[in-house]
């Protein structure tokens, strides 16, 4: 190919290529649909996601492809986003409003053709699963910097919904507004953590005696911003895009590796990977007594079961002022191991979910 059209005839026959395939692999995708309403099988399975997205990492590496992980990734999630509508069309509930960082999550996962619903508390997300109004729930649990989620954690304890995948993503904030000069700002708009994670910036530019008033979401600071003269928000470059709402400064947080874990809930179990994590709930009858919790974990360590968290949480239960423990170890629920574990532990374990390990 020497010249720029003859690379673009090529280009428009490997296309036509691709559209047959895909073509192809959806209407097999549609008899896997077809099989699973029949047998009542989960059409979200992410350990087969991953196993197949690892595959295709590892083949593409041996043949020296152009393509790295994350754009394997980015391709393969969205064919499988469209092949899950093809299968079965879900509902995906998430924190909202449109354009927050979990509707981004949510959609990273789901891809642009899922049914959305937005929601503007995270008990609203668990009520809405259990309800059937909503197959999929998208909620925060964990800030690298602010730490847990508090709200989702107290709601795991008493739902029956369960944790069916994680998702890590890089938190950015942006400062939006329609004014040209920083002076003109006399308030400024976004949830209370977004002012917490950009303290310098508001410093450096003597903003930090502005009023800043805190909102359920940073998507909502984008629509307020929009609509209001003076006014300013910190909130995702993709919120203030989708609000009009131009942005002035990028990537403002305080910490450039800002993460937010992302979990997935549904009223399914997955199946056994090769890389499972699984969350509990414990409430020690004995916690009162001096190494209660430890003798629990010494069960883990003897079983060489890793954790990777343990977060206690006030028990809220009437008359004292006791807690329970939420655990996440590496591996899955079936496994032999874990079960000789939880058995002995049964009347003080609840099971939370065993999904895929997420990237972090």
Same mark, same amino acid.
């Given at each position: ?141 964990? @800030? ?125 179990? @997955? ?90």
């Amino acid at each position: 190919m020497k010249t720029l059209n003859e690379c673009r005839v090529a280009i428009d026959e490997i296309d036509n290529e691709i559209l047959k395939l895909l073509n192809k692999r959806m209407t097999v995708v549609e008899r896997v649909g077809e099989i699973k309403k029949d047998t009542g099988g989960a059409i979200y399975r992410p350990e087969r996601e991953k196993a197949i997205i690892d595959r295709l990492v590892t083949l593409n590496e041996k043949a020296e492809g152009l393509l790295n992980r994350s754009a394997i990734e980015a391709i393969y999630l969205e064919i499988f986003a469209v092949a899950r509508n093809l299968e079965l069309p879900e509902r995906i509930a998430y924190l909202g409003p449109e354009g927050s960082f979990t509707h981004q999550a949510a959609e990273s996962r789901f891809g642009a053709m899922s049914d959305y619903l937005s929601l503007n508390s995270i008990d609203s997300v668990f009520k809405t699963l259990e309800s059937g109004r909503a197959k999929f729930g998208v909620v925060p649990i964990e @800030n690298s910097r602010d730490g847990i989620v508090g709200e989702t954690l107290d709601l795991l304890a008493k739902s029956s919904v369960k944790i069916v995948a994680e998702l890590y993503m890089p938190i950015h904030m942006s400062f939006a507004t329609k004014d040209e000069k920083l002076e003109n700002i006399t308030k400024i708009y976004s949830k209370d953590k977004g002012f917490g994670q950009c303290r310098e910036f508001l410093s450096e530019h003597e903003l930090v005696n502005v009023e800043q008033i805190p909102v359920e979401s940073t998507a909502k600071a984008a629509i307020l911003a929009a609509n209001e003269p003076h006014a300013a928000a910190i909130c995702s470059h993709i919120a203030a895009k989708l609000y009009g709402v131009p942005t002035m400064f990028e990537n403002i947080e305080d910490a450039v590796d800002n993460t937010t874990r992302f979990i997935i809930l549904s009223d399914f179990k @997955n199946g056994m990977s090769a890389e499972d994590k699984t969350s509990i709930l414990v409430r020690l009858k004995d916690a009162v007594e001096a190494g209660s919790l430890v003798h629990f974990l010494q069960d883990f360590d003897e079983e060489k079961i890793n954790l990777s968290k343990i977060e206690s949480r006030p028990s809220k239960d009437k008359g004292g002022f006791g807690y329970w423990f939420y655990i996440d170890f590496y591996g899955h629920i079936d496994e032999e191991k874990i079960q000789k574990v939880i058995q002995k532990h049964k009347d003080e374990v609840t099971w939370l979910g065993s999904y895929v390990k997420g990237e972090e």
